[in-house]
């Protein structure tokens, strides 16, 4: 009798480009979790700081599963307020240079760093740490990851401004195409994370069908922004396949489609090799 071929199913290669592994409720069993996001086929991941108080923590995670995880070394505006509030912005800055130039090789971007119209920190202050954080990575030769909340026009004012031409990765992306191809022609590609799970968000649904596939990059941003349908849970890696589904709906094609273009994407940016 002829022995039938089964083909074996290969799941797509996944980089979650925005994942805060160092926070709760990864902290405990690390390993764990790390395993979960493998077995869904999530291969690589960055983990972005917020500031000072946790760049040794996104550090040492990385330095568990080299050429799997990766890190981000910044000032998030979020926590400007609480984290080494009292230091000034050339301070902040001169200890950012200084853990760059000790930094490993997994360390690949600035950030999380931006501007929050919604938090209760100075607007002053949000941007004049921003612009020197484009600064650094300029000169580094880093892109950026870029933390937007109603701030999407500002930003792009202040990085045609500052001349900043590293690009980076507009994180958590909900907006208009238009939004969208503006940070595209500076050389950002576009974090694609839940939001697009979620029939609500209409204008971005759109956005993303219609933006080239070459721009676009997936994130988690776990253990925020849960998908629809989680909502109350805390959002983890090993859902990277449900937002790569939702966009592959939204573009009217094959997840196999687009899963190696995207792949592909998040290694160009940070300046990784993809094989």
Same mark, same amino acid.
């Given at each position: 009798?002829?022995?039938?071929? +089964? *083909?074996?199913?290969?799941?797509?290669?996944?980089?979650?480009?925005?994942?805060?592994?160092?926070?709760?409720?990864?902290?405990?069993?690390?390993?764990?979790?790390?395993?979960?996001?493998?077995? /869904?086929? @999530?291969?690589?991941?960055?983990?972005?700081?917020?500031?000072?108080?946790?760049w =040794? $923590?996104?550090?040492?995670?990385?330095?568990?599963?080299?050429?799997q995880?990766?890190?981000?070394?910044?000032?998030?505006?979020?926590?400007?307020n609480?984290?080494?509030?009292?230091?000034?912005c050339?301070?902040?800055?001169?200890?950012?240079?200084?853990?760059? *130039? !000790?930094? =490993?090789?997994?360390?690949? /971007?600035?950030?999380?760093?931006?501007?929050?119209?919604?938090?209760?920190v100075?607007?002053?202050?949000?941007? *004049?740490?921003?612009?020197?954080?484009?600064?650094?990575?300029?000169? /580094?030769?880093?892109?950026v990851?870029?933390?937007?909340?109603? %701030?999407?026009?500002?930003?792009?004012?202040?990085?045609? #401004?500052?001349?900043? %031409?590293?690009?980076?990765?507009?994180? !958590?992306?909900?907006?208009?195409?238009?939004? $969208?191809q503006?940070?595209?022609?500076?050389?950002?590609?576009?974090?694609?994370?839940?939001? +697009?799970?979620?029939?609500?968000?209409?204008? %971005?649904?759109?956005? @993303?069908?219609?933006?080239?596939?070459? $721009?676009? @990059?997936?994130?988690?941003? $776990?253990?925020?922004?849960?998908?629809?349908?989680?909502?109350g849970?805390?959002?983890?890696?090993? #859902?990277?396949?449900?937002?790569?589904? !939702?966009? !592959?709906?939204?573009? *009217?094609?094959? @997840?196999?489609?687009?899963?190696?273009?995207?792949?592909?994407?998040?290694?160009q940016?940070?300046?990784? =090799?993809?094989?």
């Open positions: 009798m002829q022995s039938k071929n +089964i *083909a074996k199913i290969v799941k797509p290669r996944l980089f979650d480009t925005h994942c805060h592994f160092d926070f709760e409720p990864f902290q405990s069993e690390s390993t764990l979790h790390w395993q979960q996001a493998s077995d /869904a086929g @999530v291969s690589r991941l960055l983990i972005p700081a917020v500031g000072i108080s946790n =040794d $923590a996104v550090q040492e995670l990385t330095i568990t599963a080299p050429q995880c990766f890190y981000a070394l910044g000032f998030h505006p979020y926590f400007l609480t984290d080494c509030a009292e230091m000034s050339s301070e902040r800055m001169r200890f950012l240079e200084a853990r760059l *130039a !000790a930094s =490993d090789e997994n360390c690949v /971007a600035i950030g999380e760093c931006g501007l929050d119209a919604v938090v209760d100075p607007p002053v202050l949000q941007e *004049a740490i921003f612009i020197a954080q484009l600064s650094i990575a300029q000169n /580094a030769g880093l892109p990851i870029l933390h937007s909340r109603k %701030t999407q026009s500002r930003l792009l004012q202040l990085i045609k #401004y500052h001349q900043f %031409t590293r690009g980076g990765v507009l994180h !958590a992306f909900s907006g208009s195409e238009q939004q $969208a503006a940070f595209i022609q500076l050389g950002f590609k576009i974090g694609i994370g839940g939001v +697009i799970t979620y029939s609500r968000a209409a204008k %971005t649904r759109r956005a @993303v069908a219609q933006l080239p596939i070459e $721009a676009l @990059v997936l994130e988690t941003d $776990a253990p925020d922004m849960p998908l629809c349908g989680l909502q849970q805390s959002n983890h890696p090993k #859902y990277l396949p449900l937002v790569l589904q !939702a966009l !592959a709906q939204l573009r *009217a094609c094959a @997840v196999t489609d687009i899963a190696e273009r995207l792949w592909l994407n998040s290694h940016i940070f300046g990784l =090799d993809a094989d």
